[in-house]
């Protein structure tokens, strides 16, 4: 064992952003031929040490040693050089651009590309075969799937002849079926002697695929640890700094009256796509619903025609009343009028303004409420600051100062002021997208409870999610979404993943049976 | 999220970029054989070395406190108004129309009644690429600069035909009636036996600037509009998840917008000494306004010191062509370097001096 030079060896780094250490002192060892998990919370590091071996940033203190050889990087140049192959969390692709044309971008031998396309052409066919890593060289990347973009990116590190492959959160975009897909591709990447670096923060990608995993905290690599020598419940412990409830703590739901009642809607969209088919459903208070599926089957659409900023056909109605859909008074204001209250699915674009402060942003969509209001004129600025600091204590928001902006806060506290602003109109409907997207461990487990309170106080919940874990956690019923319909609804304890991943494949329901 | 602190942002960079324009205006100097330093000397004496060239100071300053308003404003909603310009000219038509057209009997009712039609006038301009901005998506930059020629032809169609009296040389308006002159400042001075300001135009209007300029600051920060302005301005996506209307802020905006550039009709037309309207009478206060409030970081109090700045570059520039055989166009010159490093190229000296804070680790960064 000893005698065989780790792939990767980091001594010692450290890197600091003004007063905040981003990385301490951490070391590392990466085998050759294994595949490595680095697991943390958002913020605690993980990015920064990436960067750094990729040659974004340069360490304070430390040294890199690859293949035994102490390596400097100062630039991705260098990293690729080195062997070092990065699999961005945002693929970096051009969209009008060819497989073929983005894989050789940057790598071109020449000035004249004919050639490096036809050698490239080549090389991608053998890469194919060796790897079971088949596109179309010809596709167009804004053609393809996210599963397909995400191999594109594999396949540009291997043309680079990348012998470490890092992976930062590669799962966030795909399906269940894509991810397993990748997983077997890594597999086969490992098989063949290549060193593969996971960044995650899904426990159970750790637990599925790699061998060794490293947990970080703060800045810090806590603890290095063979993963057949763990679980989840200890990783999450050892993430997080204390104990973490992985399954949402909640006694059976007691629904009563139908609160929302969604009845054939449809959308066209303006290049004749149907992105909704006739979706019909109700959510009564005191339950959850929640819509499981891959995203980008009509999900979104649902959330935004609820939300009153899509134009849709067809029937909703609250607490029996008729919902405009189309009409002056389809906007967020007037939903938010009749009691129908949005945490969007993302909340970087639409849930937050990012160069607002936590205060502006806790009025945000209700921002004509007379309580924020000074006279007819003017705002009141001190009630809003004051209405935030409340709800930033009760939320346990950190840190809890409503006068620094959105975007300084981590994913997890910002979605807590979302969450907050949204839980505490005391909505009679709360729509839910993606609660979690981003979010880490302990706010995972906040959010939950709150959504769980909500729905206890005897309101009514339509969660949508693709985390198959939390739809499953958190739902009274379960409805399964694929190409804009409904393909069924299941109750929780009388599904599995198993039939529920079928129905998000588009599976009808007879087929399952 | 690193990022410089904010003195850098607000004092630092646009001092570094005003000496990067000395520098270069140093050069164009010498390249002319004059002294740049007798230059400098020149320019400051003539901009306030009297309490005249004060005066005039002022009043160049007046009329970029409401060019540069209307740019922030539109800015706060991420909308570019460049047509100032043109804003400017119709604001006039409009003050010239109603002060010749109406024989007011007190110049306060005329500054109510001209004023209200500079803005409308104003507004009124930016209405047609502001409903083709916020219904059809033609870029406001495009139509707001060819409004601006459209401007400066109807202008001169006015001024040379309905607006000019029988008989008169000039294209330009007839001078307005004596009871619709705006008091100077001298005029002011000299109730108290004072001779401040002295020939100056510098005029009333010069208050209505600062009251603009609080109006704008509580529109901004303190209204439910501003509120608005900005969550459109920053994001868009967003904006509309909170139920606010892209096309009736956009609309509204640049209609406010519109009508601040225009009212600085008062000051030009309505305040100067021999009041009239002449086809030259935004004088490129619209473009210098895009500076000034990039430079203000459009923010009222900044756009007052950028505003200053600015008057006093126009007329410490004037007296120096005035004083010297330094040519006009070299002013012109020196001005537009300012322009143009304090505006345009703004970014290119804060991106190095973001980077050099960063790398001395002096940067503020927030803890998570």
């Known amino acids: ?513 | 999220m690193d990022k410089m602190p904010k003195w850098a942002d607000v004092v630092l960079v646009p001092v570094v970029s005003l000496l990067l324009a000395a520098i270069i205006s140093a050069i164009v100097f010498l390249a002319i054989g004059q002294n740049p330093w007798e230059a400098l000397k020149l320019m400051a004496y003539g901009a306030v070395g009297t309490s005249d060239f004060l005066g005039y100071t002022l009043f160049y300053a007046t009329n970029f406190i409401f060019t540069g308003l209307a740019v922030a404003v539109a800015f706060h909603a991420s909308l570019f108004n460049i047509g100032g310009e043109g804003q400017v000219l119709l604001g006039g038509l409009g003050a010239a129309i109603v002060v010749l057209l109406v024989p007011w009997p007190h110049w306060t009712l005329a500054l109510i009644a001209g004023g209200t039609a500079a803005a409308l006038f104003g507004a009124l301009w930016v209405v047609i690429p502001a409903y083709l901005q916020a219904r059809r998506g033609s870029h406001i930059v495009i139509t707001t600069i060819m409004f601006n020629f459209m401007a400066s032809g109807l202008l001169v169609y006015m001024l040379a035909g309905p607006l000019k009296p029988e008989g008169q040389q000039q294209v330009a308006s007839g001078l307005f009636p004596e009871a619709s002159k705006l008091p100077s400042l001298n005029d002011i001075a000299e109730m108290f036996g004072s001779d401040m300001f002295g020939r100056s135009p510098v005029n009333i209007s010069i208050f209505i600037a600062i009251l603009a300029c609080v109006a704008v600051w509580a529109l901004i920060w303190h209204t439910r509009l501003g509120y608005q302005i900005r969550a459109l301005g920053k994001s868009e996506s967003a904006a509309k998840y909170a139920g606010i209307s892209a096309v009736n802020i956009t609309m509204i905006t640049l209609l406010i917008s519109g009508a601040l550039a225009g009212m600085m009709a008062i000051n030009n037309t309505m305040g100067i000494n021999s009041p009239q309207l002449v086809d030259n009478a935004a004088g490129g206060a619209g473009f210098i306004g895009i500076a000034v409030a990039l430079m203000g970081r459009n923010h009222p109090v900044g756009i007052v010191i950028a505003a200053l700045l600015f008057g006093a570059l126009y007329q410490g520039g004037a007296e120096l062509a005035a004083a010297t055989d330094v040519q006009v166009q070299i002013v012109i010159v020196i001005q537009a370097l300012v322009i143009m490093f304090t505006g345009a190229l703004d970014e290119m000296v804060r991106s190095p001096i973001e980077k050099l804070f960063l790398r001395f680790g002096r940067g503020t960064a927030v803890e998570e």
Do not use: C, W
């Open chain 1, 1 to 513: 064992m000893s005698e065989i030079a780790p792939a990767i060896e980091l001594v010692g780094i450290s890197k600091a952003f003004g007063p905040v250490q981003a990385n301490k002192d951490i070391s590392i060892r990466v085998m050759p031929g294994t595949i490595h998990g680095i697991i943390g919370e958002n913020g605690a590091g993980k990015s920064t040490l990436m960067s750094i071996l990729y040659g974004f940033y340069k360490a304070d203190a430390g040294e890199i040693f690859i293949s035994g050889q102490k390596t400097v990087i100062p630039d991705s140049q260098a990293a690729i050089a080195a062997g070092i192959g990065m699999v961005f969390q945002h693929f970096k692709l051009v969209q009008n651009f060819s497989v073929l044309e983005n894989v050789v971008l940057g790598a071109e031998d020449g000035a004249l590309l004919r050639p490096s396309l036809a050698k490239a052409r080549k090389q991608l066919k053998s890469l194919a075969e060796e790897y079971e890593l088949n596109v179309d060289p010809d596709a167009i990347i804004q053609d393809i799937g996210v599963g397909m973009q995400q191999r594109v990116e594999i396949l540009k590190a291997l043309y680079r002849q990348a012998d470490i492959l890092i992976l930062d959160e590669p799962t966030g975009v795909l399906t269940p079926a894509e991810a397993d897909q990748l997983f077997r591709i890594l597999g086969r990447l490992k098989e063949e002697g290549k060193t593969i670096i996971l960044i995650t923060h899904k426990l159970r990608e750790i637990m599925d695929i790699t061998d060794t995993v490293s947990v970080m905290r703060r800045g810090e690599m806590t603890s290095t640890v063979k993963t057949s020598e763990t679980n989840p419940a200890d990783l999450a412990e050892r993430m997080v700094g204390r104990k973490v409830l992985l399954r949402v703590d909640k006694v059976p739901a007691q629904p009563k009256d139908v609160i929302l009642e969604v009845k054939d809607l449809n959308i066209t969209d303006e290049k004749g796509v149907h992105r909704l088919k006739g979706v019909s459903f109700n959510v009564r208070a005191g339950e959850i619903l929640g819509i499981a599926g891959v995203s980008g089957n009509g999900q979104s659409e649902l959330l935004e025609v609820l939300g009153g900023y899509e134009k849709a056909t067809g029937e909703i109605l609250l607490n029996g009343e008729a919902i405009d859909l189309t009409g002056a008074f389809s906007d967020g204001q007037s939903r938010r009028a009749r009691g129908i209250a949005h945490v969007p699915e993302d909340r970087q674009h639409e849930g937050l303004i990012m160069d607002f402060t936590a205060a502006e942003n806790t009025a945000f969509g209700y921002h004509h409420d007379p309580k924020y209001q000074r006279n007819r004129l003017l705002m009141d600025n001190a009630a809003i600051m004051k209405d935030a600091q409340e709800k930033m204590d009760r939320f346990d928001v950190r840190p809890p100062n409503p006068m620094l902006a959105a975007k300084n806060f981590s994913g997890g506290n910002q979605q807590k002021v979302v969450v907050a602003r949204e839980i505490e109109r005391d909505p009679d409907l709360l729509l839910v997208g993606q609660p979690t997207r981003g979010v880490d461990i302990g706010a995972i487990e906040f959010i939950h409870q709150q959504i769980v309170a909500l729905r206890d106080a005897g309101k009514a919940i339509l969660l949508v999610s693709v985390e198959l874990d939390e739809i499953m956690g958190l739902s009274d019923r379960i409805a399964v979404m694929f190409d804009g319909q409904i393909m069924g609804e299941r109750l929780p304890a009388e599904t599995d993943e198993k039939e529920l991943g079928l129905m998000m494949a588009g599976v009808t329901d007879g087929e399952t049976a």
